[in-house]
């Protein structure tokens, strides 16, 4: 009974995290600038590839397997956010700005 719960529970955390990267691909391909496109990805990566990892976790028990899911979860959480910020940061460096919407016109 234990072990069915651990299966619906990790099928559900790779499900809503499936559904996370789709959401995310399509909000990469319909924002307008490059800055909300890496906001979309940001959100995305975070959230939908941890619940992935987390719904494996679960899955595959608490083993050697699931000590490498951590490890490979830590760094996705750091290293987005910091790949993020830089890729930020470069495009602020050489001079594109955020496009600016007003009343649902471009200016």
Known sequence: ??????IIIAYILLIIGSLFLLIGAVGLIRMPDVFTRMHAVSVMESTGASLIIIGL?????????????????????????????????A???????PLKISRGKEQ
Do not use: P
Request: some cysteine.
């Open 91 to 97: 495009c602020i460096h050489d001079g594109i700005k």
């Open 1 to 6: 009974m234990l072990e069915t719960i651990q």
């Open 57 to 89: 976790i679960i899955y595959s028990g608490f083993n050697s397997v699931s000590l490498k899911l951590i490890v490979i979860l830590l760094a996705v959480i750091f290293i987005s956010s910091v790949a993020t910020h830089a890729l930020a940061r």
